[in-house]
């Protein structure tokens, strides 16, 4: 059994920051990879950032030079570190691990930019 845990979701201003974390704990053997999705109102889930074992990160467009991805392998734990957030930005965010080659998901946090 995996399970995770997110953490850092909320209202900011445009402009601002956030940071979410995400930790998994339970049966881990090999964690491959971790990242973070985002779903908004009546779209699609669609990818954000990943991070493989090596460090090695992919960022879809729309965010790159705004967003950071990184990993704590000691803990466990992927971060998204999120700059110059955007009204575009609003959405769900998910945290995504692949653990010993199957697909976990956490449940979710509420990321809304408004002024």
């Known amino acids: 059994q995996v399970q995770l845990v997110e953490s850092g979701g909320g209202l900011v201003q445009p402009g601002g920051s956030l940071r979410l974390s995400c930790t998994v704990s339970?049966?881990?053997?090999?964690?491959?990879?971790m990242g973070w999705y985002c779903q908004a109102p009546g779209k699609q889930r669609e990818l954000v950032a990943v991070?493989?074992?090596?460090?090695?990160?992919n960022y879809a467009d729309s965010v790159k030079g705004r967003f950071s991805i990184s990993r704590d392998n000691a803990k466990n734990t992927v971060y998204l570190q999120m700059n110059s957030l955007s009204p575009e930005d609003t959405a769900v965010y998910y945290c995504?691990?692949?653990?010993?080659?199957?697909?976990?998901w956490g449940q979710g946090t509420q990321v809304t930019v408004s002024s």
């Open positions: 995504y691990v692949n653990v010993n080659w199957r697909n976990y």
């Open positions: 339970g049966s881990i053997g090999s964690i491959i990879v």
């Open positions: 991070i493989n074992s090596g460090g090695s990160t």
